[in-house]
């Protein structure tokens, strides 16, 4: 069993796919692990936008580049 890449709470996006349709793209929210399909990790996944959850396989995710927050430190 492979390790979760995914935290629960990261945002990523679906990567883009053959016949994809606009209601998938955006920015999703890691909201539960769960057990390997075809030897990739899946996830629960929503976007604030739709009212149902998503399934998808951790080789279908991409990790949203957050921006770094200034600290005010220098």
């Known amino acids: 069993m492979s ?3 995914f935290a629960i709470g990261q945002s990523v ?3 883009n796919r053959i016949n ?3 209601t ?3 920015v999703y929210r890691i909201t539960a692990t769960l057990p390997e399909r075809d030897n990739s990790p899946q ?3 929503r976007n604030d936008g739709e ?3 998503r399934v998808a396989t951790e080789n279908t995710l991409v990790l949203v580049d957050t921006p770094l927050v200034a600290t005010g430190f220098n």
């Open 51 to 53: 009212r149902h959850e």
């Open 43 to 45: 996830y629960r996944i």
């Open 20 to 22: 994809q349709s606009d």
């Open 13 to 15: 996006h679906l990567k």
């Open 3 to 5: 390790p979760h890449r």
């Open 24 to 26: 998938t793209e955006g």
